[in-house]
């Protein structure tokens, strides 16, 4: 069964600090990897994405992500954590149907 | 601009009601899909539609229902037999077939009262 998983709920980092935000997936086949931002109240921002090629993604806002096939992982990561960065944040792998699945959302929180 | 639009941005049903929420796109895109989002659970698909006239139950169908009568349009109601309907849904289209991801809209937050 195709699945995402982000194993942290919550991140704390100090402002300025490089941050990581951990996905692993689950899927038969070559895989579709997405980044997802959502603020307070609001609908999910698209990052970044994986579809094939070089295995460093860069997408908005600074962020980049680094797909690696054999540990089945796609870490968001960003060298410099800013305070708008606080927000939640998705990971989700394209299924068979051509739905996006989604993991359960890691909570970022950076201080100042 | 192009994009997806729901509406009300708040909802509130009393019990035994059910209330339709609004999606619409402007986007020519062919797919959408509605989410409901709960507090630690993500996302999950409730419903949706590869093309107009067509739609596809996802994992928690159960009390929704949806139509696709027109390509721009995905309403979804929840009925009276969803015994938990309090949550934030979330609608989003995509062009079908091409793995570029979706469009958000801004969710609609329901609430039994």
């Known amino acids: 069964a195709q699945s995402v998983a982000q194993p942290e709920d919550q991140v704390n980092v100090a402002e300025g600090n490089p941050l990581t935000v951990k996905c692993t997936y689950s899927?038969?086949?070559?895989?579709?990897l997405f980044w997802y931002v959502q603020y307070p109240n609001r609908g999910l921002q698209f990052l970044l994405k994986y579809i094939t090629g070089d295995n460093l993604v860069k997408g908005s806002y600074g962020f980049e992500a680094e797909f690696n096939k054999s540990q089945t992982s796609f870490h968001l990561k960003k060298p410099s954590a800013l305070v708008s960065d606080s927000a939640l944040y998705f990971c989700?792998?394209?299924?068979?149907?051509?739905?996006?699945?989604f993991g359960k959302g890691t909570k970022l929180s950076v201080k100042p | 601009d192009g994009g997806i639009t729901q509406s009300p941005k708040y909802l509130f049903r009393k019990e035994g009601q059910n209330v339709t929420l609004s999606c619409e796109q402007n986007l020519n895109h062919d797919a959408m899909y509605w989410y409901r989002q709960d507090p630690g659970q993500g996302l999950r698909l409730i419903y949706y539609?590869?093309?107009?006239?067509?739609?596809q139950k996802g994992d928690i169908a159960e009390g929704y229902s949806v139509s696709r009568e027109k390509k721009e349009s995905f309403p979804l109601t929840v009925t009276s037999a969803q015994k938990n309907p309090t949550a934030f849904y979330l609608c989003?289209?995509?062009?079908?077939?091409?793995?570029?991801?979706?469009?958000f809209g801004s969710g609609t937050r329901l609430t039994v009262v």
């Open positions: 989700a792998v394209r299924g068979s149907q051509g739905n996006l699945i």
């Open positions: 539609s590869q093309i107009v006239n067509d739609f």
């Open positions: 989003a289209s995509s062009i079908e077939g091409r793995p570029l991801g979706y469009t």
């Open positions: 899927v038969s086949g070559n895989p579709y």
